[in-house]
């Protein structure tokens, strides 16, 4: 599956940005999904995941309550919603994709993605 990110964008801090990540193939609904993001000098940081029937969700603790992740397996599309944006949210975002059994739960672990995108760029002024 090849990745598409986008939605990034320069943002005031409080505001809100929506993300998405479009996938090809027709497989989509196989995958779980996940975001991470990568700010200047950091590793790469979990964000987000859903599960593949979207009955799943986990999010790193710093954007809980104002993140939310979600899916569009008919567009083939994960997207990240951001609210409430402050300026350590400021990174370049990546969705990525991990082929999994129905039943498996969404998975912050970035090791567990095979797929990645290439990454929007994300920042937030004070």
């Known amino acids: 599956v090849q990745l598409q990110a986008s939605g990034g964008g320069l943002v005031q801090a409080g505001g809100s940005l929506r993300l998405s990540c479009a996938a090809s193939g027709r497989s989509f609904s196989n995958y779980r999904m996940g975001w991470f993001r990568q700010a200047p000098g950091k590793g790469r940081e979990s964000v987000a995941a859903i599960s593949r029937n979207g009955d799943s969700t986990r999010y790193g603790d710093a954007v809980k309550g104002r993140f939310t992740i979600s899916r569009d397996d008919a567009k083939r599309t994960v997207y990240l919603r951001m609210n409430n944006l402050k300026p350590e949210d400021t990174a370049v975002y990546y969705c990525?994709?991990?082929?999994?059994?129905?039943?498996?739960?969404?998975?912050?672990?970035?090791?567990?993605?095979?797929?990645w995108g290439q990454g929007t760029q994300v920042t937030v002024s004070s």
């Open positions: 990525a994709a991990d082929p999994s059994d129905f039943r498996s739960p969404a998975t912050l672990i970035r090791s567990q993605y095979n797929f």
